[in-house]
């Protein structure tokens, strides 16, 4: 099978890579695709994965190329992991919302809707092109924010479309394993949108092991989330929110611990893998080693400040792992080979949450085989998460609308709208501000 990777000069590419080579199946992948804007991103990712796999027998053979035609043909699947004004983009969004005191972290609030603002047009341009050049392909986004890319590529590719996040993954494990079940035997209830869903149950055997859980303060303070949002909080809220929802939940904490930091963590990345970058291409360089090294710094400090508001301390171990490239392996072995699994996944919702119309993309347990994700039937989620899921559904559909109609006031009343933005006068200031310094928004009008 062909892979084709967009964005295939990006720093987590090696990790799509490395699950690649421990797939030795019937049907694996033999031929990676890189495609990037910039050459020498590629060639230094090249390297790492030619590093990669020089000891591995018949590893998929990895080509790089700057056309995106070129790329798409004949691809089986398509992995979109691309970043519309690089990292330099995501500290500029930081910048602008916190200068205004709200947040700018790429995927919620302010920042979420400017990178979203930026990525949809250029998102709808690869579903066109795929849905012209690749019909066939599953075409597997990574790309942030998930959720809002995902919807806006599948009113061109429909269910051909399914976005992955290791969110949900991770957050089942960590519940799992302090509970003392296998992840791997657990069944997972979560609902929700990318980067706003709630863990309500986590079954074993048939049993609902999560109120056990609950009534632990000791146990439930022992890991990640109960660290980042205080057992008490958890214990009211009766399920465990995905990290994501820190930022919602104690968002004036979360803003000025940005406010206060020496870099915001666009200006962090980008400065850490200009730095990568440099050195990858240097003669002689190990670059595997390089980029080993510069992940595990970089998995180390995700989101440091909300766990030093939090006083959560430092990231466990097991945490540092990764994993969204293994969820798209599975995704795309269940596909491919008809190796039926469930997954939680973004996709069109269907009828799974009445509050939401069919072609709204959720992110919820699906049943995967190779006819695509089938969402499975949920239970309705509480008011309070129904209100916070219907409002950001409903700034979600303001950027698809800005983005179509190039409209100045729908952006505007997208960041007016979303709960992180506390006045349509400051609405106003991050859509002139956020066009001020991205080429890409001027389209804006």
């Not at 579903?127 to 890319?149: E, H, K, S, Y």
């Not at 465990?240 to 919602?248: A, R, T, V």
């Not at 893998?273 to 980029?291: I, N, S």
Request: net charge negative; charged share 25%; hydrophobic share 45%.
């Amino acid at each position: 099978m062909k892979l084709t990777i967009l964005g295939g000069g990006g720093f987590r590419v090696p990790l799509v890579y490395g699950a690649l080579l421990g797939d030795r199946g019937e049907g694996r992948v033999t031929e990676v695709v890189l495609h990037d804007l910039d050459a020498g991103r590629l060639t230094a990712v090249s390297r790492v994965l030619a590093e990669q796999a020089a000891a591995v027998e018949d590893a998929p053979v990895v080509t790089a190329t700057t056309d995106l035609d070129e790329a798409l043909r004949g691809a089986d699947f398509i992995f979109s992991a691309i970043r519309v004004g690089g990292l330099e983009g995501r500290a500029d969004d930081e910048r602008v919302a916190l200068a205004e005191g709200v947040l700018g972290q790429e995927t919620v609030g302010a920042g979420g809707i400017a990178y979203g603002l930026r990525t949809v047009p250029v998102a709808v341009d690869i579903a066109q092109r795929v849905a012209r050049l690749a019909p066939d392909a599953w075409v597997i986004n990574f790309t942030n924010p998930a959720g809002l890319v995902t919807e806006a590529m599948s009113r061109h590719l429909g269910d051909r479309v399914i976005g992955i996040c290791d969110s949900p993954v991770g957050l089942g494990r960590r519940i799992a394993r302090v509970l003392g079940a296998n992840p791997r035997e657990a069944w997972i209830d979560y609902v929700g949108l990318n980067h706003l869903g709630w863990v309500r149950g986590l079954r074993v055997a048939g049993r609902d092991e999560l109120p056990r859980l609950l009534a632990d303060s000791e146990l439930l303070g022992s890991f990640e989330e109960g660290k980042l949002f205080g057992v008490d909080w958890l214990q009211s809220l009766g399920a465990i929110p995905n990290e994501y929802l820190h930022y919602y939940y104690f968002n004036r904490e979360a803003v000025r611990a940005y406010q206060q930091a020496e870099k915001t963590r666009g200006a962090f990345l980008h400065d850490q893998q200009a730095r990568f970058y440099d050195e990858v291409g240097a003669p002689g360089a190990k670059a595997l080693d390089v980029w080993d090294r510069t992940r595990a710094e970089r998995e180390a400090t995700y989101m440091s400040e909300n766990r030093e508001t939090a006083g959560a301390g430092e990231r466990d171990v097991d945490d540092l792992s990764g994993g969204y490239e293994k969820v798209a392996l599975a995704l795309m072995r269940a596909i491919a080979r008809d190796e039926r699994t469930t997954l939680i996944l973004n996709v069109r919702n269907q009828s799974t949450l009445s509050v939401l119309d069919n072609d709204a993309v959720i992110e919820v347990p699906c049943l995967v085989d190779a006819n695509g994700a089938h969402p499975v039937t949920v239970a309705p989620l509480p008011d309070h998460a129904t209100g916070l899921v219907c409002a950001v559904k409903g700034v979600e559909r303001e950027v698809l609308a800005a983005a179509e109609s190039g409209s100045r006031a729908t952006a505007v009343k997208a960041f007016a709208l979303h709960p992180l933005v506390d006045s349509v006068n400051v609405a106003r200031r991050l859509v002139e501000g956020y066009r001020e310094v991205h080429p890409g928004l001027a389209y804006l009008r």
